[in-house]
C-alpha cells in the first residue's frame, strides 16, 4: 500500500468525499448554467488540489489550480456576457447564454492537446507520478474544457465526456495502488459523464447564442 505524503487515511477520505460532494452540487448548477456554480467550484477543487498532492498526481493537483483560477474567470466572463445581452434588449428568460466556438480557439485547443500532452507526459514521468500518460491526457483536456466553459461553447461538454472517461482509468489505477480515498472520485466522475450528457442535451435545446 501507498503511503499518504502528509494527510492521514482519515484526513484524505475528508477531504475526498468533501470534494466530491461540493462537485455533484456543482454539476448540477452548471447543467442549468447557474452563476452560482462558480462559487461551490472553488472550494471543490481547493479540497482536490490537497488530496492529490497527497497522492503523487501532480497535474492533476496541478489542474485544480487552474480550476480554481479559471472559476474566478468564470464568474467575470458570465457578467460579462449577461450585461452585453441586457444592454441589446434580449429577453433572458429560461435562456441559456452561449457563444460561437471561433476557428481560432479550435486550432489553439489542439495545439494544447498535440503538444501539450507528450510534454506533461515527459515532466510527469521524471517527477515519479503514478499515472503519467493518464495524468497529461486528462490534464490537458481539462484545461481546454474549462476555458470553453468560461467562454460558454457547448462544445466544452464533449470534451468533458472523453475526460471524465480517463479520469475514471486514472482513480481507478490509484486505488488499486492502495489510495483508497480515491473511490469518491471514480463515483464523481461517473456523474461528469451522466451530467454531461445532460448539460448537452439541455444547452442544445434552451441555449441562446449572444456572440
Known sequence: MN???FLTDLGAQILSYTSTVLFL?????QVIKHRAMWNVYIPSCFAAIITFLDSNTWAFAA????YVVMGAVGIMNYRSI???AESKGEDLSGKILLNKLPMRDVLIAAAITVLGIPALYFILSMCNDHTP???????????IGTWWLTKSYIQQWWLWI?????AIWMNIILVDLGYTDKKPFIVMFVFCIISS????ITWSKKGKYIG
Open 3 to 5: 503511503e499518504h505524503l
Open 25 to 29: 452540487i456543482y454539476l448540477v448548477l
Open 63 to 66: 489542474l485544480n489550480v487552474y
Open 82 to 84: 449577461a450585461n452585453s
Open 133 to 143: 500518460l493518464l495524468d497529461a491526457v486528462v490534464t490537458a483536456l481539462s484545461i
Open 162 to 166: 472523453i475526460a471524465d472517461i480517463f
Open 197 to 200: 450528457i445532460i448539460g448537452l
